[in-house]
């Protein structure tokens, strides 16, 4: 079954902790994004990565992490330097062949602070 | 850096009318538009785009439509189906090595039967 996959579906995480949200690709995409979607204000580019062992911070960078050792894999670190973390977090790939293709997203992971 | 502003946050419409759904944008070298659905509790997908190149893109019952002068662009559903209830985001994509993907911040579609 190809596709986008994120784990786990639900977490939960207590003040002053880091996380890290996994997303996994077998599209053989070179792009991923994470995204951060809040109500009422769509979907906040977190991070982005273009090619392995390489990304670029998007508009809401402060208090993520990324790292991008492998094409299939993107994962995302949370840490407790951001401040308001509960929210659902999308990842998403995209090939890069042309500059009009369709990023297929992740079934998302949502993240609560207790 | 690129900006994508949607407009109206929420619209609800009565099912057989039409919707449309606004977008503009602010980066003039954006080239690639793309609409995405988002059924309740499930992933984003794509439902239609449109290149820079291109005025209009008709499927079905969708279209949209780009102005590049005014950088903006609208998504048109005609005959609106209680299943087209969702929510609808725009985005936009910069022709670079960075393939930067920027959403709006969607619109929340409810037909009434």
New interface residues.
Partial sequence: DGGITQSPKYLFRKEGQNVTLSCEQNLNHD?M?W?RQDP??????IY?S?IVNDF?K??IAEGYSVSREKKESFPLTVTSAQKNPTAFY?C?S?F?GG??T??F????TRLTVV | GENVEQHPSTLSVQEGDSAVIKCTYSDSASNYFPWYKQELGKRPQLIIDIRSNVGEKKDQRIAVTLNKTAKHFSLHITETQPEDSAVYFCAASIMDSSYKLIFGSGTRLLVRP
Avoid: K, N
């Fill in positions: 792009a994004y995204y009422g204000q769509g979907l906040r580019l982005y273009q670029q998007g508009d999308l998403a995209r890069t500059w009009d369709e990023a997203f992740g079934q998302g």
